[in-house]
């Protein structure tokens, strides 16, 4: 069977953590982009990575590269991934995979359109533990979900200029943090919610510095989502039943959750490996582009960009380069 070829564009440390971990069947870390030979050529030889190229678009105009992740500010993401898909390049966008939901709309759209894979590196959707859990909740045997509690937060360095703070950036906790929250909170909601309050404070420079988030949906489950860039925080998931609730500490690449029964006693349940994350990423976008199937978790991307559409609004939140 032939292996995929992969590319990378924007090579900055999320760029460094893919290439460093890349270890898939059926897949090859060809190709790597930047904007500058030097650095291309610097990041290929150092990961062993055959092609380097100094700009987006030559590496996009390789006709080897079947699949291109793209690791460049979430500023850029949207028009990267129309361009890769109109070179016919199936696509992994790291988060936020768009600004906003219309530029997710047309992605969509464009990669149905030329029969192309499109997926968000949204790895909570991705590890087996998940797919455990999920399994779990929908079984009957903890009765129906009623409350979901996520947490997310961390002290940020008072920057301005840099990519936490910058608006020019698309900075703000919402796009960075806030994803993973609201992914996990989708994840396992019943249905889309469509009850959405908040409450948000600025950061000098106009972007999101922290938020409370109420979400419900039309089963009454509510979750509950706290986000900040200014104070530490667990990245604390509890997803609570009739009979019983989940504990996911660490919750972005978890490999271990606590259950908890009426009587108090706790079951460890455990899937998968947490050094391994992004590669369940690589190796589901590659098993769906050979078996010519499509990403099922970008249903729940669209539910997400759609509700953060929503928080910004209210909070009075836009980027001009939108």
Known sequence: MKKLNWGILGLGQIANEFAEVFDVENAVLYAAGSRNDEKAAEFAGKYGI????????ALLADPAIDVVYIATPHSHHADLIIQSLEQGKHVLSEKA???????????????KEKKLVLAEAMVIYHMPLYRKLKEISQNGSLGKLKMIQVSFGSLKEENPTNRFFNKDLAGGALLDIGIYALSFARFFLTSQPHEVLTTMNFYE?????????????????IASISLTFRAKMPKLGIVAFENGFITVNDFPRADKATLTKPDG????IEAGDTNQAMNYEIADITNMIISDSSDASLALTHDVMEIMDTLRKDWGLHYDFE
């Open 50 to 57: 055959e092609k380097s190229y100094g700009s987006y678009d």
């Open 97 to 111: 995979i768009t600004m906003n939901n219309d530029q997710l709309t047309q992605a969509m759209t464009l990669a």
């Open 205 to 221: 420079t106009g972007v999101d510095e922290q938020s409370g988030i109420l979400l419900k949906n039309d089963q009454n489950e």
């Open 265 to 268: 006693s706790v079951e460890i």
